[in-house]
């Protein structure tokens, strides 16, 4: 079988795709193993499908902040529940709400575990809701062609009108339910733990507290420098072993010498086992294998995963003891080959790669418009000690390119305008409770993540090992201690919210 990717030469990016002037994307469906949900939550499920969830949608109106003719159009927002182990409206049982990511909802879901195995204690309800623009939830009739049109349709796409459909819709939920007086607490990875984080400030009312896992809220213009996202993939790297990182980071120029060289070319198509193409190029294959070491710093897990792709436990110590194997001897082409080769075919199934795919299997696709709009994130500098290539991250070429293909002038300082992010620990100390704010180490994306503890109530959780919202995957009997600590002191310090406002609410009857 041959195994595509879809390389795309912008200098945009999703949290789930890599943030390169060249990057790509691995269109294969993660299915997350059944074997990892309980039985008693498979049999009473009332999933037919997958035994998860049922899938539902509710009518949403398409912009909650203005009151022109077409701002009361509406469209069909997919959700996904769980209803499986709710105590009841009767008994105030809590509503867990997953806060849609940038893609196919069922995507997230089906790699959100923690959720699930914890509504059992918890007696909770479990919704996880789609994000406006992704998935099954596209405004004007369901029409992608129309809905991602121009401006005039795309301008209706942003965290803030986001955020709006899920306090809507969690409001009516519950009315609908007879649980006004059931706590909600909102959970998130990645760009979703971000919008996690935003409500919980935002809709103080509807939610109680929030589990923000990844969320990278202070990865702004003039928060955190560009490099540190690629800073941490290179430790990673290095960290494991000094010849890996220093085969990587030679790679580049090797990839170009060799490219130009008389039969060049076909013997990089042949070592790294590329489907024959028109289109192949030294560009392609350097933007093919950054995206293998960004995608595998971030899913650097400690047990084997099959998220992105089909993965060992701790891939990035695999790859580097590919590249560091006596197998290869001293053909640095080859110990790239296998490296990369622990992220794109570590099933051994593929007999080539095709670097043509432009397919989007997770409805990735809406990013680009909120990448050049308001989700302005300073990602890809390198310096010299970086295992990629020395290049700036330039906010004008960003701009340029959003004004070519949408006609649009960013707005670089409105996420930090609307949700804050200067000064953080001071402002959020008196504005905010009841966030928690995990992050893993390792995965690039902590550079621009709450690290520190900013209150009783604003606790942020720190994992040396950790990688990209590890602590929100299903568990296994592989995790080690470090994981299962960390998910035991999220699982207390929820059970802590939940106590205190049923005492409130208590109280106040």
């Given at each position: 079988?041959?195994?595509?990717?879809?390389?795309?030469?912008?200098?945009?990016?999703?949290?789930?795709?890599?943030?390169?002037?060249?990057?790509?994307?691995?269109?294969?469906?993660?299915?997350?193993?059944?074997?990892?949900?309980?039985?008693?939550?498979?049999?009473?499920s009332?999933?037919?499908?997958?035994?998860?969830?049922?899938?539902?949608?509710?009518?949403?109106?398409?912009?909650?902040?203005?009151?022109?003719?077409?701002?009361?159009?509406t469209?069909q927002?997919?959700?996904?529940?769980?209803?499986?182990?709710?105590?009841?409206?009767?008994?105030?049982?809590?509503?867990?709400?997953?806060?849609?990511?940038?893609g196919n909802?069922?995507?997230?879901?089906?790699?959100?575990g923690f959720?699930?195995?914890?509504?059992?204690?918890?007696?909770a309800?479990?919704?996880?809701?789609?994000h406006?623009?992704?998935?099954?939830?596209?405004?004007?009739?369901?029409?992608?062609?129309?809905?991602?049109?121009?401006?005039?349709?795309?301008g209706?796409?942003?965290?803030?009108?986001?955020?709006?459909?899920?306090?809507?819709?969690?409001?009516?939920?519950?009315?609908?339910l007879?649980?006004?007086?059931s706590?909600?607490?909102?959970?998130?990875?990645?760009?979703?733990?971000?919008?996690?984080?935003?409500?919980?400030?935002?809709?103080?009312?509807?939610?109680?507290g929030?589990?923000?896992?990844?969320?990278?809220?202070?990865?702004?213009?003039?928060?955190?420098?560009?490099d540190?996202?690629?800073?941490?993939?290179?430790?990673?790297?290095?960290?494991?072993?000094?010849?890996?990182?220093?085969?990587?980071?030679?790679?580049?120029?090797?990839?170009?010498?060799?490219?130009?060289?008389?039969?060049g070319?076909e013997?990089?198509r042949?070592?790294?086992?590329?489907?024959?193409?028109?289109?192949?190029?030294?560009?392609?294959?350097?933007?093919?294998?950054?995206a293998?070491?960004?995608?595998?710093a971030?899913?650097d897990?400690?047990?084997?995963?099959?998220?992105?792709?089909?993965?060992?436990?701790?891939?990035?110590?695999?790859?580097?003891?590919?590249?560091?194997?006596?197998?290869?001897?001293?053909?640095?082409?080859?110990?790239?080959?296998?490296?990369?080769?622990?992220?794109?075919?570590?099933?051994?199934?593929?007999?080539?790669?095709?670097?043509?795919?432009?397919?989007?299997?997770?409805?990735?696709?809406?990013?680009?418009?909120?990448?050049?709009?308001e989700?302005?994130?300073?990602?890809?500098?390198?310096n010299?000690?970086?295992?990629?290539?020395?290049?700036?991250?330039?906010?004008?070429?960003?701009?340029?390119?959003?004004?070519?293909?949408?006609?649009?002038?960013?707005?670089p300082?409105?996420?930090?305008?609307?949700?804050?992010?200067?000064?953080?620990?001071?402002?959020?100390?008196?504005?905010?409770?009841?966030?928690?704010?995990?992050?893993?180490?390792?995965?690039?994306?902590?550079?621009?993540?709450?690290?520190k503890?900013?209150?009783?109530?604003?606790?942020?959780?720190?994992?040396?090992?950790?990688?990209h919202?590890?602590?929100?995957?299903?568990?296994s009997k592989?995790?080690?201690?470090?994981?299962?600590?960390?998910?035991?002191?999220?699982?207390?310090?929820?059970?802590?919210?939940i106590?205190?406002?049923?005492?409130?609410l208590?109280?106040?009857?």
């Amino acid at each position: 079988m041959a195994i595509g990717f879809q390389f795309i030469i912008i200098t945009l990016f999703s949290l789930f795709s890599a943030p390169s002037l060249t990057f790509a994307f691995v269109p294969i469906l993660p299915r997350f193993p059944s074997s990892a949900v309980s039985a008693e939550l498979k049999q009473r499920s009332h999933s037919s499908q997958n035994g998860l969830y049922r899938t539902k949608f509710f009518t949403q109106i398409l912009d909650h902040f203005n009151f022109n003719p077409q701002s009361n159009h509406t469209f069909q927002q997919r959700y996904l529940i769980n209803d499986t182990f709710w105590g009841g409206a009767k008994n105030n049982a809590p509503i867990f709400v997953y806060t849609g990511n940038e893609g196919n909802i069922e995507w997230f879901t089906q790699n959100t575990g923690f959720m699930f195995e914890n509504a059992p204690s918890f007696q909770a309800l479990l919704v996880f809701i789609e994000h406006r623009f992704y998935g099954k939830s596209i405004p004007f009739g369901g029409n992608k062609t129309v809905a991602y049109a121009n401006t005039s349709t795309l301008g209706y796409l942003s965290s803030t009108q986001a955020l709006a459909d899920y306090a809507t819709l969690i409001i009516d939920l519950k009315k609908n339910l007879s649980a006004t007086d059931s706590p909600v607490v909102v959970f998130g990875g990645s760009y979703g733990g971000m919008l996690a984080a935003w409500f919980r400030m935002k809709y103080p009312h509807v939610a109680i507290g929030a589990l923000a896992s990844s969320a990278p809220i202070l990865h702004f213009m003039g928060l955190v420098s560009p490099d540190i996202f690629n800073n941490i993939i290179t430790q990673d790297f290095r960290s494991e072993s000094e010849n890996c990182y220093k085969v990587i980071k030679g790679s580049w120029d090797l990839i170009d010498d060799t490219a130009n060289k008389p039969g060049g070319m076909e013997l990089l198509r042949k070592t790294f086992r590329i489907c024959k193409s028109d289109d192949f190029g030294p560009g392609s294959l350097e933007g093919w294998l950054r995206a293998a070491w960004i995608y595998t710093a971030m899913t650097d897990y400690p047990t084997p995963s099959n998220f992105l792709n089909p993965l060992p436990a701790y891939p990035v110590k695999k790859m580097c003891e590919a590249i560091d194997s006596s197998v290869t001897g001293n053909n640095r082409l080859a110990k790239l080959h296998a490296a990369a080769s622990v992220y794109y075919n570590y099933t051994g199934k593929a007999r080539c790669f095709d670097l043509d795919d432009n397919s989007d299997p997770h409805d990735l696709g809406g990013w680009q418009w909120q990448a050049c709009t308001e989700m302005i994130m300073p990602v890809g500098g390198s310096n010299k000690e970086s295992i990629f290539p020395e290049y700036e991250w330039s906010y004008e070429a960003r701009a340029s390119w959003c004004d070519f293909f949408y006609n649009v002038q960013p707005r670089p300082h409105w996420i930090t305008t609307e949700f804050g992010g200067h000064a953080v620990e001071r402002v959020l100390k008196r504005s905010a409770s009841n966030i928690i704010f995990f992050n893993g180490l390792r995965d690039p994306w902590s550079g621009g993540g709450v690290l520190k503890t900013i209150s009783k109530t604003l606790v942020a959780i720190v994992a040396k090992k950790g990688a990209h919202h590890v602590d929100l995957r299903f568990s296994s009997k592989e995790d080690p201690q470090w994981l299962k600590d960390v998910r035991k002191l999220e699982v207390n310090i929820i059970a802590s919210w939940i106590s205190q406002y049923h005492q409130d609410l208590q109280s106040n009857s």
